[in-house]
Every structure is written in C-alpha cells, then in structure tokens.
C-alpha cells in the first residue's frame, strides 16, 4: 500500500501578520492531515474501534459481572471517548477542508457546506462529555412529556433525533455539493444509517446492558464513517489543488 504524506507549500507570510497559524496549530493541521491521507482512515478506525468495544465489554463483564458489561461504555470511559475523539477529528477535518477551497470572505467561508458541517461536529464532540442533549432533555421533560408519548424512553433520546434532523437537513441544501462527491457521500449515507440505529436502540428498544454495548459501538461504527466522508474529501481537495504530496 502506498502512504501518502501531505506536506502544506510554503507561503509568504502576509505583509500585515494577519491570520499567521501558532507553531501548535500548524503541527495539529500536519498531523490531522496526514493521518487523513494515510491509507483508508475509516477502515482503520472500524477495525480499531471494534477492538475497543469488544475489549470493553470483555472487561466489564469480567469485572463487574454478567449484566453490567456495558459500565465502560459509560460517561467517559474508553468507548465513549474514542467516539468524541473521532468527533472531534471529523470537525478538524471540516475546518481544515474549508480553509483549502472556501472563499476568503467571512460570508462564503461561513456558507462553505463544509466548513458549517465542521463545526456542528466540533460542536456535538462536546456534547457526549457534557451530557448537553441529556441536561436540555431534563429542563424540556420538565415542562411537558411529549418525547415519552410519542414513544421515545427520555426525553434527551429525542434531542438526539432532532440532531439527526438538522443534519439531515443541512445536507439536503448541499446536495449539490454531496453528490460531486460520491465517495464522501457513500460514507455520509454509511454513517447517517448508523445513527439512525442508535436513535432507534436507544429510544425506542427494550433497554439493557449488552443493548447499551450495542447501541454505543453504532456510534464508534458511526464517527469512522464520518471521518473517512471527511478525510476523502480533503483528500480530493488537496489532489485537485495540486498541493506536494510525498511519498
């Protein structure tokens, strides 16, 4: 297999210092691009992922007995952290696409499908850790219970829906933009499947601990499905710009 190394071309650095990246910044953009055009990213983290999670459940069933094997999928145990991780990459990812190809104005970078789409997941990467779905849920449940009678188990699980909605519909805006990319597409479609599982487990199916296991390595399955979408398309964006690659 060949790897591919993305090396960014020297520019000049602009007369006023304007928007001159940290030395940090600059080593973040070199390392996230470059294990972004390192094989097939999203292969990779399926496959780790799924290590991950069979390890975790392993232990916790081991651990802390039959029926609790999903207590490492908790809060921020090692699960639920590779899924923020990978979250937080796919936002890095979005901004790092935007900054190649959207205009250099305020409005056309902040109209740029791409660049919207990585900050909504920058966003969401905060969420898990803290619970934000699952805090607004309990203010909203407290005022009225229509999650519950429509049939979700909580209300947060239809804050969650209603995540999925809003990108749902986001991306129907930028169709246009989506089918130019087929591949990343493919792994949009990949990834939005998954999460319209996890909604389903944990909204509507009878709850339990290996149904917990379950429904949190959907979401590990998930984030690699949006990070290979990501990762193709800066991989395009970079060819298509002619940009030095080495090998």
Same mark, same amino acid.
């Given at each position: 297999?060949?790897?591919?190394?993305?090396?960014?071309?020297?520019?000049?650095?602009?007369?006023?210092? %304007?928007?001159?990246?940290?030395?940090? %910044?600059?080593?973040?953009?070199?390392?996230?691009?470059? *294990?972004?055009?390192?094989?097939?990213?999203?292969?990779?983290?399926?496959?780790?992922?799924?290590?991950?999670?069979?390890?975790?459940?392993?232990? =916790?069933?081991?651990?802390?007995?039959?029926?609790? +094997?999903?207590?490492?999928?908790?809060?921020?145990?090692?699960? /639920?952290?590779?899924?923020?991780?990978?979250? &937080?990459?796919?936002?890095?990812?979005?901004? $790092?696409?935007?900054?190649?190809?959207?205009?250099?104005?305020?409005?056309?970078?902040?109209?740029?499908?791409?660049?919207?789409? =990585?900050?909504?997941? $920058? &966003? &969401?990467?905060?969420?898990?850790?803290?619970? $934000?779905?699952?805090?607004?849920? *309990?203010?909203?449940?407290?005022?009225?219970?229509?999650? @519950? @009678? !429509?049939?979700?188990?909580?209300?947060?699980?239809?804050?969650?829906?209603?995540?999925?909605?809003?990108?749902?519909?986001?991306?129907?805006?930028?169709?246009?933009?989506?089918?130019?990319?087929?591949?990343? &597409?493919?792994?949009?479609?990949?990834?939005?499947?998954?999460?319209?599982?996890? !909604?389903?487990?944990?909204?509507?199916?009878? +709850?339990?601990?290996?149904?917990?296991?379950? @429904?949190?390595?959907?979401?590990?399955?998930?984030?690699?499905?949006?990070?290979?979408?990501?990762?193709?398309?800066? +991989? @395009? /964006?970079?060819?298509?710009?002619?940009?030095?690659?080495?090998?």
């Amino acid at each position: 297999m060949t790897v591919l190394h993305y090396t960014r071309p020297m520019t000049a650095a602009p007369g006023n210092g %304007v928007r001159q990246l940290s030395s940090f %910044v600059q080593t973040l953009e070199r390392g996230v691009t470059g *294990e972004a055009l390192r094989g097939n990213i999203a292969v990779r983290l399926w496959v780790l992922g799924g290590v991950v999670a069979a390890v975790s459940a392993g232990i =916790g069933y081991i651990v802390f007995g039959p029926g609790e +094997q999903h207590q490492l999928f908790r809060d921020l145990g090692p699960v /639920s952290f590779f899924v923020v991780a990978q979250t &937080l990459l796919v936002g890095l990812l979005g901004l $790092l696409i935007a900054a190649h190809e959207a205009p250099a104005s305020k409005v056309g970078r902040a109209t740029n499908f791409w660049f919207l789409a =990585g900050v909504g997941f $920058l &966003l &969401l990467s905060f969420d898990a850790p803290l619970d $934000l779905h699952g805090r607004l849920g *309990e203010v909203i449940g407290n005022q009225t219970t229509i999650a @519950e @009678e !429509i049939g979700f188990h909580r209300t947060s699980d239809a804050i969650l829906a209603v995540y999925m909605v809003a990108g749902l519909a986001v991306a129907t805006v930028y169709a246009g933009e989506l089918l130019r990319h087929r591949r990343a &597409l493919l792994y949009f479609a990949a990834g939005a499947a998954f999460i319209g599982g996890t !909604i389903v487990v944990d909204g509507f199916a009878a +709850q339990g601990s290996w149904m917990w296991v379950f @429904e949190e390595t959907l979401e590990v399955f998930a984030a690699a499905c949006f990070v290979g979408a990501f990762a193709s398309r800066l +991989q @395009e /964006s970079i060819a298509a710009q002619g940009e030095p690659v080495t090998r």
